[in-house]
Nanobody
Framework: QVQLVESGGGLVQPGGSLRLSCVAN????????MGWYRQAPGKQRDLVAT???????NYADSVKDRFTISREYAENTVYLQMNSLKPEDTAVYYC?????????????WGQGTQVTVSS
């Protein structure tokens, strides 16, 4: 099995920064594409950013030029650097990963980490 463990959420003032981390724990797998999604209260879960195995990135329009997704292959970790945070960025942020095990693809979600942007 693979477990995604997120960290780095918290309370930050508007204009501030946070860095989220997500590490994939387990054995017998290799990671493919990874990404971050977020869900605000009463809303659907939306894509924030994704990064492929070749480090090609994709961002939601609302976070372009403010958020940066990156990954550390050796550590099975993906990061989300969030700058110039706004109140509308408040949400639970979820890590997502495609994993290859025994030649098959599986999709996993983390448990989520709360990000609150408020003065």
């Amino acid at each position: 099995q693979v477990q995604l463990v997120e960290s780095g959420g918290g309370l930050v003032q508007p204009g501030g920064s946070l860095r989220l981390s997500c590490v994939a724990n387990g054995s017998g797998f290799r990671l493919s594409a990874m990404g971050w999604y977020r869900q605000a209260p009463g809303k659907q879960r939306d894509l924030v950013a994704t990064i492929t195995i070749s480090s090609t990135t994709n961002y939601a329009d609302s976070v372009k030029d403010r958020f940066t997704i990156s990954r550390e292959y050796a550590e099975n970790t993906v990061y989300l650097q969030m700058n110039s945070l706004k109140p509308e960025d408040t949400a639970v942020y979820y890590c997502n990963a495609y994993v290859v095990r025994q030649g098959r693809y599986y999709n996993y979600w983390g448990q989520g980490t709360q990000v609150t942007v408020s003065s």
